[in-house]
């Protein structure tokens, strides 16, 4: 059973920056996709980034240049680099670990708001 703990979530002004992490924990798949996903209140869950096991990364137009998604494979961690953070960010974030056919894992989120 593989489980994914995030933090890192919290207040933050416009303009500001955060750093999320995802520890990923039990029987992990060699070859996975980790990823953040966000929910913002009264709407559906929404890609932000995804990173593979050999580093190749994939980001949603909305945090270009904004956001950077890494992982740490020997400790079973993603991170995401929240910049120039803004009140549209505001959203639960989500750990996201994926097999293709085989396991799709969430973590519980963790809350980022962001105020003007």
């Known amino acids: 059973q593989v489980q994914l703990v995030e933090s890192g979530g919290g207040l933050v002004q416009a303009g500001g920056s955060l750093r999320l992490s995802c520890v990923a924990s039990g029987m992990i798949p060699s070859i996975n996709v980790m990823g953040w996903y966000r929910q913002a209140p009264g709407k559906q869950r929404e890609l932000v980034a995804t990173?593979?096991?050999?580093?190749?990364?994939n980001y949603a137009d909305f945090v270009k240049g904004r956001f950077t998604i890494s992982r740490d494979n020997a400790k079973n961690t993603v991170y995401l680099q929240m910049n120039s953070l803004n009140p549209e960010d505001t959203a639960v974030y989500y750990c996201n670990l994926k097999v293709k056919g085989f396991l799709e894992v969430w973590g519980q989120g963790t809350l980022v708001t962001v105020s003007s």
């Open positions: 990173v593979t096991q050999s580093g190749s990364t």
